[in-house]
């Protein structure tokens, strides 16, 4: 079992920065793939960044250039940096690892808001 625990979120002006946090525990040893998601309302859950235990970084493109991921395997986190935020990036934002059996754990999700 690995625990994810998100904080970082919040509301912020466009053109603002957040950055978000996601602290794993448990079997952590198991983790391959440390990643974030997002969901708007009324929208589907989608990939926002992931990077893999090797370091290798995938985004979607619509982030490309603005969000930066990087994971501190001393301190079992991964951490999603958001800059030039815009209101299309406003989303429960939720922190996933992909163990290297396969399996799935999710965060609790945390609130971006991005709004003047």
């Known amino acids: 079992q690995v625990q994810l625990v998100e904080s970082g979120g919040g509301l912020v002006q466009p053109g603002g920065s957040l950055r978000l946090s996601c602290a794993a525990s448990?079997?952590?040893?198991?983790?391959?793939?440390m990643g974030w998601y997002r969901q708007a309302p009324s929208k589907q859950r989608e990939l926002v960044a992931v990077?893999?235990?090797?370091?290798?970084?995938n985004y979607k493109d619509s982030v490309k250039g603005r969000f930066t991921i990087s994971r501190d395997n001393a301190k079992n986190t991964v951490y999603l940096q958001m800059n030039s935020l815009k209101p299309e990036d406003t989303a429960v934002y939720y922190c996933?690892?992909?163990?290297?059996?396969?399996?799935?754990?999710w965060g609790q999700g945390t609130q971006v808001t991005v709004s003047s």
């Open positions: 996933t690892v992909l163990t290297f059996s396969a399996r799935r754990y």
């Open positions: 448990g079997s952590i040893s198991g983790i391959n793939n």
């Open positions: 990077v893999t235990s090797g370091g290798i970084t």
